[in-house]
């Protein structure tokens, strides 16, 4: 049986050759990778045992970070490696719009997964990393705001990217782009205040020159038209880390104490789903609620709860049917109403 490593190596890497075969070469390379992130990797999940074993925390390192660190290259060589070929003239447009969407679904969907693995890392080098891609994804504030606002405040109304009950995605998309940036920007300041570090080494520089000097390739690459693709890439990945978010916390929140506070973050605060290919795929993205109980842990190592909320489908297949509010809301909001309602104490994490 195949060992967790090399499935998650499979399973994320393998949108790369074929996307950039079809920036380079065209035919149906594209649609071979679009229809490996989305049909394949739903009629996979469907079709296997629902269980991905989880690596010991003493086999982690350092092989889990060396991929997502190969992985992130990647993923910065395919962004514009598909700008160059979306601002020229070689394809075909039928072409150029299967490679966006090819694109776009591999670095919001595994190349966020990878790059948020990459944030939560000891190693100033590998956070660094996951620091670029978001950059180069003009979405560089979240290596601020995942860490210090997120991951302190959600499920309450603090944490801009917790959806709440009843709220559709399309409202809640500006809501957390905004929000979250103006709030990890404020816990940023607040951090670099008492730590009293200089302004001009504020991390927001970083994000903000890191972004300049992507689009700056970009337009070295295609002019105008390079610029506008990697816009468009960029934002096209971004709503899919927001749509990420808005699934795995829609209508959950954390019961408020005797004493005014939230309770502590526990399993019930995240949905999680068990599908095989996709976990693989999203590197364990889905089983969320260890992810927030041990943000340190590494991809291989994250488990499943055994008591938690469980999406009915998986996370991709979710995030299809957020789009579409009112199937939203009547596949999950009996399900939220349900785990808000729960005893505390029970499920609550240490």
Same mark, same amino acid.
């Given at each position: 049986?195949?060992?967790?490593?090399?499935?998650?190596?499979?399973?994320?890497?393998?949108?790369?050759?074929?996307?950039?075969?079809?920036?380079?070469?065209?035919?149906?390379?594209?649609?071979?990778?679009?229809?490996?992130?989305?049909?394949?990797?739903?009629?996979?999940?469907?079709?296997?045992?629902?269980?991905?074993?989880?690596?010991?925390?003493?086999?982690?390192? &350092?092989?889990?970070?060396?991929?997502?660190?190969?992985?992130?290259?990647?993923?910065?060589?395919?962004?514009?490696?598909?700008?160059?070929?979306?601002?020229?003239?070689?394809?075909?447009?039928?072409?150029?719009?299967?490679?966006?969407?090819?694109?776009?679904?591999?670095?919001?969907?595994?190349?966020?997964?990878?790059?948020?693995?990459?944030?939560?890392?000891?190693?100033?080098?590998?956070?660094?990393?996951?620091?670029?891609?978001?950059?180069?994804?003009?979405?560089?504030?979240?290596?601020?705001?995942?860490?210090?606002?997120?991951?302190?405040?959600?499920?309450?109304?603090?944490?801009?990217?917790?959806?709440?009950?009843?709220?559709?995605?399309?409202?809640?998309?500006?809501?957390?782009?905004?929000?979250?940036?103006?709030?990890?920007?404020?816990?940023?300041?607040?951090?670099?205040?008492?730590?009293?570090?200089?302004?001009?080494?504020?991390?927001?520089?970083?994000?903000?020159?890191?972004?300049?000097?992507?689009?700056?390739?970009?337009?070295?690459?295609?002019?105008?038209?390079?610029?506008?693709?990697?816009?468009?890439?960029?934002?096209?990945?971004?709503?899919?880390?927001?749509?990420?978010?808005?699934?795995?916390?829609?209508?959950?929140?954390?019961?408020?104490? &005797?004493?005014?506070?939230?309770?502590?973050?526990?399993?019930?605060?995240?949905?999680?789903?068990?599908?095989?290919?996709?976990?693989?795929?999203?590197?364990?993205?889905?089983?969320?609620?260890?992810?927030?109980?041990?943000?340190?842990?590494?991809?291989?190592?994250?488990?499943?709860?055994?008591?938690?909320?469980?999406?009915?489908?998986?996370?991709?297949?979710?995030?299809?049917?957020?789009?579409?509010?009112?199937?939203?809301?009547?596949?999950?909001?009996?399900?939220?109403?349900?785990?808000?309602?729960?005893?505390?104490?029970?499920?609550?994490?240490?």
């Amino acid at each position: 049986m195949m060992t967790p490593l090399p499935l998650f190596a499979a399973a994320a890497a393998m949108p790369l050759p074929l996307i950039a075969a079809a920036a380079l070469w065209g035919g149906p390379w594209a649609g071979l990778a679009v229809l490996y992130i989305t049909l394949l990797a739903f009629v996979l999940d469907e079709a296997v045992a629902r269980t991905l074993p989880a690596l010991p925390d003493a086999e982690e390192f &350092p092989v889990a970070d060396g991929l997502s660190a190969l992985l992130a290259s990647g993923h910065l060589g395919l962004l514009f490696l598909s700008v160059a070929a979306l601002s020229g003239d070689a394809l075909e447009p039928v072409e150029k719009a299967l490679l966006f969407s090819a694109t776009g679904l591999c670095l919001g969907q595994i190349g966020n997964a990878n790059a948020h693995e990459l944030i939560h890392r000891g190693s100033r080098g590998l956070r660094g990393l996951g620091v670029a891609v978001y950059s180069a994804l003009l979405f560089g504030h979240h290596a601020s705001a995942h860490p210090l606002v997120h991951h302190v405040h959600v499920a309450t109304l603090r944490d801009p990217n917790s959806a709440r009950p009843g709220e559709s995605y399309w409202r809640f998309l500006p809501r957390a782009w905004i929000g979250s940036f103006r709030a990890g920007l404020r816990a940023e300041t607040a951090r670099r205040t008492r730590a009293g570090k200089p302004a001009w080494r504020h991390p927001y520089i970083l994000y903000s020159g890191g972004a300049l000097a992507a689009l700056g390739l970009s337009a070295l690459i295609g002019g105008w038209g390079g610029i506008a693709a990697h816009i468009a890439l960029a934002g096209f990945a971004s709503s899919q880390l927001l749509l990420s978010d808005y699934v795995q916390h829609y209508g959950l929140q954390r019961a408020t104490g &005797p004493d005014g506070k939230p309770e502590p973050v526990g399993p019930q605060h995240s949905w999680n789903a068990p599908h095989p290919l996709t976990s693989a795929m999203l590197l364990n993205a889905p089983r969320h609620s260890d992810h927030h109980a041990h943000p340190r842990r590494a991809y291989p190592a994250l488990t499943l709860p055994e008591r938690g909320p469980m999406l009915p489908r998986s996370l991709p297949v979710m995030a299809c049917i957020a789009l579409w509010p009112g199937a939203w809301r009547r596949l999950m909001d009996r399900r939220a109403a349900r785990w808000r309602a729960r005893p505390v104490s029970p499920l609550t994490a240490a």
